[in-house]
Every structure is written in structure tokens, then in C-alpha cells.
């Protein structure tokens, strides 16, 4: 079941494998490396782009069929016009890579004739994510209807010490990612917060990481009134996970990553409507983002010091529930009136940005699915970025692009302040339906103290309600790629 990879730099045509991926760019043309190939079709591939039946457009794709042994099959797929980048390969894998599936070949050898470094990491990252799936939980069909999955994905690119850096970092990230995607798709009643408590065991001990995990007990003591309040709704026990990896000096600010883990968002007492409310398992996809993050950078060992932490409970109604009107203190002393009960993930990171202060950050991220607006603002194809300072704010900005997560700037101004003053606390936990994510990205703003501070509300991009061609429906992985971007550029300068 584990997929795994490897680097070759074996001519493509002297290849033994059931399936050859190759990607080709918009009206691709036979090069000798390609006439090579074509030999051992007996001329399909000539006649092919001769026929033009295969264009090389963006997720087209187009198989013929080899021989008995060597290279069985050869998949075209398309990358369009666009010039050669990380992403487009990761595209193009991971169309190959669901085809693959779907023939059930079990092995998949992925060649991008011309790529460079960087198209070797694309090519790991969106193989993975193409032969991405959780069978987990579904009876398997009967052993003839079956098809293998994916298992072995080896990639052809010549030999040198960019491309096997490349290729360490593709794993790298296509493993955070898997685990992000395994979290989020999870049902509520299988990923609970104890399972990001063992899922960060399990990382700190790979990685020789510290760990540090809080219950309802440790967080009361600390005075966590924001975050425990959004607890006080279910008997399951809340957890704080705090990872922290070590590539630089004690003497090195750590960059924090903070992410909002609520295993089910029912909306408490304010709750939500019943249709589609089945989505909200991925409410902790912040979280599961993190911890994705931690397994990269865990696996690429920067030179910086990294930071996750996590906050994961379950906002659910109850008799013990809190309720609209209450007010509830934060570990920083700030009184907060609960106007919604569902807006209860800005609650649970408040307490977050007080605990992250303790480990004097260089800068702290959050990832949070935290406001529906940000949906109808960006819809499925940009994070929200806020933040008060423009310097972070641009450095997130560039990661994003760079992973192919990209973001978009959102305004903080003071003006929309006015929106969350509270007539008896400090401050209100909802600030009315207009610029509703930017009123939650300054709610959070309160409880930053002494650092930079970048919000990303991934709402829309963390996971997708609808097949996307190149990956299916589901989690997305995002904002992994953001965060393990910014850390390794951070760690580079
Ligand atoms: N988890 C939701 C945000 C959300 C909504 C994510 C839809 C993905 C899709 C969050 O906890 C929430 O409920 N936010 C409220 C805030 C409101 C009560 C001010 C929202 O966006 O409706
Ligand atoms: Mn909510
Ligand atoms: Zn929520």
C-alpha cells in the first residue's frame, strides 16, 4: 500500500515497465529521444502527432499500447503552452499518475523529456498526489475487479546533485502531504484530537523532535478560556500539540506554525444547517497542514528552527455547551464575548498565538479554515493572506506562488475594528456578515503579541468539493506546500 519512490536515469526506451508517462508540451515534435521511444512502438507515437489525435494540451492525456516486454505502455500527457515550472509538472504527474490508477499497472515510470531540477520535484509531489487515496474505510471490490494501486513511482530525469536534491525535497513534501490529506479526509469519529497527539509522537520520533501535548487540565491551568470554551461542548478531550524541530542554534527565534484543528465544526449552539454540514470534518485542516509541514521539514532538515503547534477539539452542542453572550477570558487576560458559537476556531488560535509567544518566534503562520466568507471572496483557487505587516505578508505571498498554492492579500485596517468591539469584554468573537474574514483575521490580531503574524484562511483551498481533474475531490494538501516553502526559503537566506 505505501508508495514509494526513486530517481533513474535510465534511457526511456531501454525501460521494463507496464506503464511510461511521458509529458509533452503543447504540439509536442518527435526529438531523437522521442524517435527512440517510437521504435519500440513501431511508429504509433510518429503517427500519433502526425494525426494530431494527441495535442499536448493541459491534462489531455492519450495511452498506446507497447510490447509484451520493456516499455508494455506509453501515456502522453499534455502540459499545455505554458513554460516549463514545478507546477505544470506536478499537473501533468498527477493526471499520469490517476491513470495509472485507473489501468491498475501498479507501477508508473514518469519521464518530462527537457525538465529541469525543479520539474523533478513537481513530478514527485503531483504523482503522489494523483495516486492519493483513502481506501481505509471501504470494503474492497472482488479480487478480478480489482486494480492496483499505485506503488512505485520512479521518475527519469539524468543524473545530477540538483536533481536528487529536487527529488529528496518532491518526497519530502508528497509525505507532509499525504499526511495532511489522511487527516483531513478521516471522518470526525476517527480523526479525533488524540490522533493529532499520536500522529505528533509519531513525527517527533521519526524526527528527533520535541514534543509537548496539553489536555483540558494543562490548558485550565494556563487559562486557555478562549480555546476551552469551544471544549466545553464535548466530552472528548481537547489537545494542544506543540512540535518543535531544532536545525539551528537555541539562539535562533523559531518561525511557528500554528494551526486551527477542529476534528467537527457542528457550530455549537449556534448551529449549523444540516445540508453539507458533512463537509466540515476538514475544520481541521490548518492543523493537518502543520503537521504535514513538520513531517517535510522533519524529512529536509532546514537549517532554522520550526515550530508547529495545533489546536484540535470538536465544537459541538450540549447542555454544558457555551452559549451566545457569554464571555470567556484568554490566556492573555483579554475577555471575549461569544456573539456566534460558530466562529469558535479564531477562539481556539487565540489561545495558540498566547502559547506561541513562549518560544519568541521570528514570525508565527497560521493556517485556519476559518471563515465561510473567504469562500465567497476567493472561492477554491486563492488562500487569504492578512497580515499587518506587508514584508511577511509578501514573503507568504511569494511561498504560496512557489508551491502552487497561491494567496492574495486581504486588507487589516484599523477602520474594520469598530465591527468587534464588545459593550461588556474586550472584544467579540464575531464581527457581522460584512468583511467577514478580514473581522476574524483582527480578532486574531488581538492575541499576537511581539511578533510578525500572517493569517491564511485556507476555507476555500484546503480541501475541494468537486474532482479537479489533475486530483480528485477531497483534501488538498494545502497549505503544506506554503508553509515548507517559506521555511526553506527562510532557511536559505
Ligand atoms: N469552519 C467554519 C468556516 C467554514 C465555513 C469553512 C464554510 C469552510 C466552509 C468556521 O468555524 C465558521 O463557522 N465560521 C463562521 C463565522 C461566522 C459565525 C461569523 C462562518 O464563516 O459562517
Ligand atoms: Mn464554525
Ligand atoms: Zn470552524
Known amino acids: 500500500m505505501p508508495l514509494t519512490f526513486s530517481l533513474a536515469a535510465t534511457a526511456p526506451a531501454s525501460l521494463e ?42 491534462d489531455e492525456s492519450l495511452l498506446l499500447v507497447g510490447g509484451e516486454q520493456g ?35 501498479g507501477a508508473l515510470h514518469l519521464w518530462l523529456p527537457g525538465g529541469d531540477a ?23 471490490p472482488p479480487e478480478r475487479d480489482r486494480r492496483a494501486r499505485v506503488e512505485q513511482v520512479t521518475i527519469i530525469a539524468p543524473d545530477s546533485e540538483a536533481a536528487r536534491a529536487a527529488f529528496a525535497a518532491g518526497v519530502a513534501v508528497a509525505e507532509g502531504q499525504a499526511i495532511a490529506k489522511r487527516l483531513g479526509q478521516m471522518p470526525g469519529n476517527y480523526c479525533t484530537p488524540e490522533t493529532f497527539a499520536e500522529v505528533g509522537r509519531d513525527i517527533a520520533t521519526r524526527h528527533g523532535m520535541g514534543i509537548t501535548v496539553l489536555g483540558r487540565k494543562e490548558m485550565a491551568d494556563l487559562g486557555m478560556g478562549a480555546f476551552l470554551c469551544v471544549a466545553q461542548g464535548t466530552p472528548q478531550e481537547p489537545r494542544l500539540v506543540a512540535l518543535e524541530y531544532r536545525g539551528a542554534g537555541a539562539d535562533q527565534r523559531p518561525v511557528v506554525l500554528i494551526g486551527k484543528g477542529l476534528c467537527f465544526d457542528t457550530g455549537g449552539i449556534s448551529i449549523k444547517p444540516a445540508p453539507e454540514m458533512e463537509w466540515m470534518k476538514f475544520d481541521m485542516s490548518g492543523a493537518g497542514g502543520v503537521m504535514g509541514a513538520m513531517e517535510a521539514i522533519g524529512r529536509l532538515k532546514p537549517a532554522i528552527n520550526v515550530v508547529g503547534i495545533i489546536g484540535s477539539t470538536t465544537n459541538m452542542p450540549s447542555g454544558e455547551a457555551v452559549k451566545p453572550g457569554d464571555v470567556v477570558r484568554a490566556s492573555n487576560g483579554k475577555t471575549i464575548e461569544i456573539i456566534n458559537t460558530d466562529a469558535e476556531g479564531r477562539l481556539v488560535l487565540a489561545d495558540l498565538l498566547v502559547f506561541a509567544k513562549r518560544y519568541n518566534p521570528s514570525i508565527a503562520l497560521d493556517a485556519a479554515t476559518l471563515t465561510g ?33 497561491p494567496g492574495w492579500p486581504m486588507p487589516m485596517w484599523d477602520e474594520y475594528r469598530e465591527q468587534i468591539k464588545s459593550d461588556v469584554a474586550d472584544v467579540k468573537n464575531t464581527g457581522g456578515r460584512a468583511a467577514g474574514s478580514i473581522t476574524a483575521a483582527l480578532f486574531l490580531q488581538e492575541f499576537v503579541d511581539g511578533f510578525p503574524f500572517v493569517h491564511l484562511d485556507v476555507a476555500g483551498t484546503a480541501y475541494s468539493q468537486s474532482d479537479l481533474g489533475w486530483i480528485p475531490k477531497g483534501p488538498t494538501g494545502t497549505p503544506v506546500g506554503t508553509f515548507v516553502e517559506f521555511v526553506r526559503a527562510r532557511a536559505r537566506t
Do not use: C, N
Not at 505544470?88 to 485507473?102: H, L
Open 17 to 58: 515497465t507496464p506503464l511510461l508517462a511521458v509529458v509533452l508540451p503543447s504540439e509536442p515534435t518527435l526529438t531523437d529521444e522521442l524517435t527512440a521511444l517510437d521504435g519500440l512502438l513501431h511508429g504509433a507515437l510518429m503517427r500519433t502527432l502526425a494525426r494530431r489525435d494527441f495535442r499536448g494540451g493541459r
Open 71 to 105: 516499455v508494455q505502455r506509453v501515456l502522453l500527457v499534455g502540459r499545455g503552452t505554458a513554460p516549463l515550472s514545478r507546477i505544470g509538472a506536478r499537473r501533468a504527474a498527477a493526471v499520469a499518475a490517476r491513470q495509472a490508477g485507473k489501468l491498475g499497472t
Open 118 to 140: 525543479a520539474s523533478v520535484e513537481g513530478l514527485v509531489i503531483g504523482a503522489a498526489a494523483g495516486s492519493w487515496g483513502y481506501p481505509d474505510l471501504q470494503t474492497p
Open 373 to 405: 466568507a473567504i469562500v465567497i471572496g476567493l472561492g477554491q483557487h486563492a488562500v487569504g493572506v492578512f497580515s499587518t505587516d506587508r514584508t511577511a505578508a509578501d514573503e507568504v505571498l511569494a511561498a504560496g506562488e512557489a508551491a502552487g498554492e
